[in-house]
C-alpha cells in the first residue's frame, strides 16, 4: 500500500489497522518533499530527524493503544505563525528569522496531543499579508499544480504542502482568506471556522479580531476530522468559544435535502473570471440535483467589505506589530547609535515592504484626528455586514460563491499593483468581519488546468451544515485530478 | 515691585495605585516584589509574540470597590484599549489601558480642609498594565531590562481640578489611602511606589479661567508633593509676572535639588493611537455582581468614627487614631469584643503600639498582634499576673512577633511571685538598707516611698506587684518600729 494515495483520515485507518505505520507515513512525505520542495519551496523550516522521532515516538504510544484517535500517526504541517517550542517560528519575516519560541501555539498542542506528527513550519506571506505568498522573506512557494503560478496566500505554504503530497494536513490562519483562498488556487479543501471555534494562543497575531486557524485538507473529511481536533475553548484566549457542538465528523451524511442555498447576485457580476463562475455555478447546480433549494439573492453591503477589511486588518496590525523592536528577540540591526536609532533601523531592515506598507496604513487610520474618520466608521461597516449577513440567513442555510474572482495568478504579478491584489479578496474578507464560518471545495479546472475553488459561508457556528453540504458536493463530484500524481 | 496680584493654585492630581493581587492584570505570574530578575514572567507579560491577555477578574473587583466607596458610576460596558508608544520597559510597545470606556466615572471624595469640608471630584478610575523596568549597568555601558512588574495591576484615580493648595491635595490623597486600604485593594505606600500622585497645577488670577497648566512626576513623598507644589506655583507665577507664556508640559521633580525640569512638551507629545484592545473582550458587569461588590463593602472611617463614639467610651483623639487605618480598627474592636475593655485596649494601641510603629518606622497596617493574644495580655494584668513594666516587655514581644503572652512570661520569667513571705523578706530587709529613707518618709517626704518600692522591686528581679509592695511598705511604716540589723 502507498500511504501517499490515502487521505488523512484512511492514513490514520491504515496505521491503526497495522497496514503501514507513522514512520511510513514520514518516509513517504519525505520522498515527495525530496523530489518537490526545492523548486516548491513549501517550508520554511523542516526537521527530518525530529520529525521521523516524532513518528517513531507516536508509532510507539499507537501500539500501546494510548493513542487511538483518528489523527494517530498521520504527518502534519504548521504554518510559520504558530508558536511552535524549541523550533524557529518565522512568520516569513527577516525580523523573526532567528527567533525561537519558549512555548507552542494551543491548536499545535491539540494536534499533537491528538498525535499528528509535525513535520515542519510552512511559508507564507509575510505575517500573513499577502495573498500570494510571494511576500516571504524566504522566497515564494510554487503552485504545485503548474510552478509558474502563485499558490495564493497567505497560507500559501501550507495549501501547496497539501497539494502536492509534501505532508497530509496543514494549519493554516486566515484573516481575510488566508485559507480559503490558497486552498482553492491549490484544489483542496480549506477552512476558516467561527471567530472563537480555534484557541488563537499561540498565533502571531495579524488583525486580533480577524484570526482564525483552520484546517487545510485533501478533503471534506479530513478537514472535520482536523477541525474537532483543533477546536477548543481556551481559557488563555478571552476570544474563545465555549462549543459542545464539535463532533464535526458527525456532520458528513451526505444529505442535502431541502439544504437553502443562496447565492449573492454581485459575486457573480463583474470582474469574476468566466470559466472560475461556470465551475462555481455548476458545482451550485450539483447541490440543487442533491435536493438543496439554491436561490440568487441581494447581498449588501458587499463593495464596503474591502476597505473596510483593509482598515481594521492594518489598524490591529500596525499595534501588534510593534512587539518586534530588536530588543526581546528577533532581528535587531548591527548599528545602533541610540534607542531609536536601533528602533527605525531594526524594523526597517527586519520587515519587508508589504508589511510596511500596512504598518504605515494602519498607525494612519488610527492616528489622531482620523481615528473616527477611518476606524471608527470601519467599525461600523463591520457591524453593518454582519447585519446583512444575518438578514441573509434568515433566508438561507448557506451562502454560495466563488473564493476568488481568478485562478492562481502567474509569480511576479501581483505585488506591483497591491490595489489589485486587495481587491482580489473581494469574497473572502467579509466572512472575517462577520465572524463566519468559510469553506472551499475544489469544482474544476481552468482552461490552464488550475484549480477552481467554491466557496460556502455558513452563519455563526453552523460549521456542521457547511461540512454536510461540502461533504455532499464532494461526493456527487466525484474524485478531485490530483497534482501529486501528475508530478 | 508693583501690585502683587492674587493667584489662586488649580491642582487635580493622577493617582496611580497598585492593587494587592497576588496575580498580574493579565497573565498568573505573581505580583510578589523582589524576586530575581525576569522570574515573575511569562509569554504574556513579556510580550512574547503569539500570547493573549486575560483579565484577572480580582482587579476588576478591586477597582469597582474603590469606585463604589467613592461615589462613582460604574460602566457597565467597560473596555480596555490599546495606548500605543515604543520603549523597552513596555514589552509590547503598547500599555493596555482604558480611555474611552473607563470602568468607573463621576466620583467624588470629602475633604477636611481649614475652612469645613469639601469635595473633591473624581472624573474616572480606569484600569492599567504597569511597565517593566529598567536596569541602567553603569560599569558594562549598557541598559537591562526586568519585566518583573510588567503586568501588575493598576488603577489610575484621575480628579477633577478641585484642589487649590497643598494641604488639600495631602488631604485628598490620605483620604484615598484609607478608604483604598481599608478595602485591601493595595497598600497605597508612596515610598515603595505603591501609590504615585502626578500633580497637574495651573495659577490663575482669582475669578479668570483656568491658566495653562503643567504635570509633574516623581513625586515620592509627601513632603515631595508639598514642596513640588509651592515651586511649580511659585515656578508659574514668575513666568506670568515676566509676561511669559506657561508652556503645557511634562515636568520631573528632583527632591534633592528642590526644583523640576520639563521630561517633554505638548508639541512633541506622542500620539498613542488609542484603539480598543481586540485580544479583550468587553466587561459587561451585571447587577447580581454588582450588588455583590456593594454588600462586601467595609465598615468606613466615616461611619466607624459614629459607631465607636456610641458603642465605646473612649476619647475622640483615640477614636481618630485608631480608625486611621482598618487594621487597627479591627484590632481594637476585636480585642475589645474578647475582654469587654474598650478604654485599657486603646490604651495599649494608643500607646505602646503606636510607639513601637513609630520605633521600627512601621506603618499601623503592618501591626500583627492577634488580638486573642492582646486580650490575654490585658487578663493577665487584671489578675496581676505581671506588673506594668513586664507587660510592656511581653507586648513589645507580640509587637515584634506575635508571641502568646502567658507562655512568653513564664519563659522569660516575668510572672509576679505570690510568695508572700520573700516579699516581706525583701521589704524588710530593704527597710533595714535605706535608714535614711526610712526617716526622709516619716519625716514627710512622701517621694521616699517611691525610691523604696524601687529597691523592693530591684530585690524581687522585678517580678512584684509595685502597689502590694507600696501597701506593705506603708503599713510597715506607720509603726515607730526600727529597722536595724
Known sequence: MKPMDLTAAELGRAIKEKQTTAMEAMQAVFEVIGKREESLNCYVTVDREAAFQRAEEVQKRIDRGELTGPLAGVPVAVKDNLCTKGMRTTCSSRILGNFVPSYTAEAVVKLEEAGAVIIGKTNMDEFAMGSTTETSAFGPTRNPWNEAYVPGGSSGGSAAAVAAGECFMALGSDTGGSIRQPASFCGIVGMKPTYGTVSRYGLIAYGSSLDQIGPLCRDVTDCAAMLEVISSHDAKDSTSIAREDTDFTAALTGDTAGLRIGIPRAYFAEGLAPAVRERVLAAAEVLRERGAIVEEFDLDLVQYAIPAYYTIASAEASSNLERFDGIKYGYRSGETEGLHKMYKKTRSEGFGEEVKRRIMLGSFVLSSGYYDAYYLKALRVKALIRQAFDAAFSAFDLILGPAAPTTAPLLGESLQDPIKMYLGDIYTVAVNLAGLPGITVPCGLDNTGLPVGMQLIGNCFEEKKLLRAAFAYEKARGAFAACREEA | ?485
Not at chain 2, 48 to 64: D, Q, R, T
Not at chain 2, 374 to 394: C, F, H, P, Q, S
Request: negative net charge.
Open chain 2, 1 to 485: 515691585m508693583g501690585k502683587e496680584k492674587q493667584y489662586e493654585t488649580v491642582i487635580g492630581l493622577e493617582v496611580h495605585v497598585e492593587l494587592a493581587t497576588r496575580t498580574k492584570i493579565f497573565c498568573g505570574c505573581s505580583t510578589a516584589f523582589g524576586g530575581e530578575p525576569n522570574t515573575h514572567t511569562c509569554p504574556v507579560c513579556t510580550g512574547m509574540p503569539g500570547s493573549l491577555p486575560v483579565l484577572n477578574e480580582k482587579v476588576l473587583e478591586y477597582a469597582v470597590s474603590v469606585g463604589l466607596a467613592t461615589g462613582c458610576e460604574i460602566t457597565r460596558y467597560c473596555k480596555f484599549d490599546r495606548k500605543n508608544y515604543f520603549y523597552p520597559d513596555n514589552p509590547q510597545n503598547y500599555q493596555i489601558s482604558q480611555l474611552y470606556l473607563p470602568i468607573c466615572r463621576n466620583g467624588s471624595v470629602e475633604i477636611e480642609t481649614k475652612d469645613g469640608t469639601k469635595q473633591v471630584g473624581i472624573h474616572e478610575i480606569h484600569m492599567e498594565e504597569d511597565a517593566g523596568k529598567l536596569i541602567h549597568d553603569e560599569w558594562e555601558g549598557c541598559t537591562l531590562v526586568d519585566y518583573n512588574r510588567s503586568g501588575v495591576p493598576l488603577i489610575e484615580i484621575v480628579s477633577e481640578p478641585d484642589m487649590r493648595n497643598a494641604e488639600e491635595v495631602i488631604a485628598y490623597l490620605e483620604k484615598l489611602r484609607l478608604i483604598i486600604q481599608y478595602l485591601g485593594a493595595s497598600d497605597c505606600k508612596l515610598q515603595e511606589g505603591s501609590m504615585r500622585a502626578d500633580v497637574n497645577l495651573s495659577v490663575r488670577e482669582a475669578g479668570e479661567a483656568y491658566g495653562t497648566r503643567t504635570e509633574m512626576k516623581n513625586l515620592n513623598s509627601f513632603r515631595a508633593i508639598t514642596r513640588a507644589i509651592a515651586g511649580e506655583r511659585e515656578r508659574q507665577i514668575d513666568l506670568l509676572e515676566a509676561g511669559e507664556a506657561v508652556i503645557q508640559e511634562t515636568r520631573r521633580w528632583d527632591d534633592e535639588r528642590g526644583c523640576s525640569y520639563a521630561m517633554r512638551s505638548k508639541e512633541d507629545a506622542q500620539d498613542y493611537r488609542y484603539f480598543p484592545d481586540p485580544d479583550l473582550t468587553p466587561v459587561r458587569i451585571s447587577e447580581a455582581w454588582l450588588a455583590e461588590r456593594k454588600a462586601a463593602l467595609p465598615e468606613f472611617q466615616t461611619e466607624k468614627k459614629i459607631r465607636y463614639r456610641e458603642e465605646y467610651q473612649i476619647p475622640d483623639y483615640d477614636i481618630e487614631i485608631l480608625t486611621g487605618s482598618r487594621q487597627m480598627a479591627e484590632l481594637f474592636e476585636k480585642t475589645t469584643a474578647l475582654c469587654g475593655e474598650p478604654k485599657k485596649v486603646s490604651n495599649w494601641l494608643m500607646g505602646e503600639a503606636m510607639r513601637l510603629l513609630k520605633e521600627r518606622g512601621l506603618d499601623p497596617e503592618d501591626i500583627r498582634i492577634t488580638p486573642s493574644n492582646l486580650a490575654e495580655l490585658i487578663a493577665m494584668t487584671n489578675r496581676r499576673e505581671i506588673n506594668g513594666a513586664a507587660a510592656k516587655e511581653v507586648f513589645e514581644a507580640m509587637f515584634d512577633t506575635d508571641v502568646d503572652p502567658a507562655r512568653y512570661a513564664q519563659e522569660k520569667g516575668l510572672l509576679m511571685t505570690h510568695d508572700t513571705d520573700a516579699l516581706t523578706r525583701a521589704v524588710k530587709q530593704v527597710l533595714k538598707d535605706n535608714p535614711k529613707s526610712v526617716e526622709d518618709y516619716r519625716g514627710g517626704k512622701e517621694k521616699a516611698i517611691g525610691f523604696l518600692v524601687g529597691q523592693t522591686m530591684k530585690a524581687m528581679h522585678g517580678k512584684a506587684d509595685p502597689a502590694l509592695i507600696n501597701g506593705m511598705l506603708r503599713e510597715l511604716l506607720s509603726g515607730e518600729a526600727k529597722f536595724d540589723a
